[in-house]
């Protein structure tokens, strides 16, 4: 079974840093892109930025400049850096991945579609 686990939020004053990391696990042959979003209290979830496995990303304007995205093919990682945090970057953070290809038995592989973390929260205030 494949998922996406996510750690690093927690509370930060405003102009702090944290860092994000999002691992995939399971039997995994490849992941195409992975992102991260953002919901906050009474708004729609948005993309904050995307990586493809190529190393090409996308980044929200509210953020670019201040977070970076990056992962690690190896270990199956994503990360978004948060630099120079702002109170409306406050918000549940979820990793997703729009496909995975996994081992699913003796020489079979399997893609699912739209993989998703749990969320981890980000909270600046001072």
């Known amino acids: 079974q494949v998922q996406l686990v996510e750690s690093g939020g927690g509370l930060v004053q405003p102009g702090g840093s944290l860092r994000l990391s999002c691992a995939a696990s399971?039997?995994?042959?490849?992941?195409?892109?992975m992102g991260w979003y953002r919901q906050a209290p009474g708004k729609q979830r948005e993309l904050v930025a995307a990586?493809?496995?190529?190393?090409?990303?996308n980044v929200a304007d509210s953020v670019k400049g201040r977070f970076t995205i990056s992962r690690d093919n190896a270990r199956n990682t994503v990360y978004l850096q948060m630099n120079s945090l702002k109170p409306e970057d406050t918000a549940v953070y979820y990793c997703?991945?729009?496909?995975?290809?996994?081992?699913?038995?003796?020489?079979?592989?399997?893609?699912?579609?739209?993989?998703w973390g749990q969320g981890t929260q980000v909270t600046v205030s001072s």
């Open positions: 997703n991945a729009d496909w995975i290809e996994y081992y699913s038995g003796v020489n079979a592989r399997t893609v699912g579609f739209d993989y």
């Open positions: 399971g039997s995994i042959f490849s992941i195409n892109t």
């Open positions: 990586i493809t496995s190529g190393g090409r990303t």
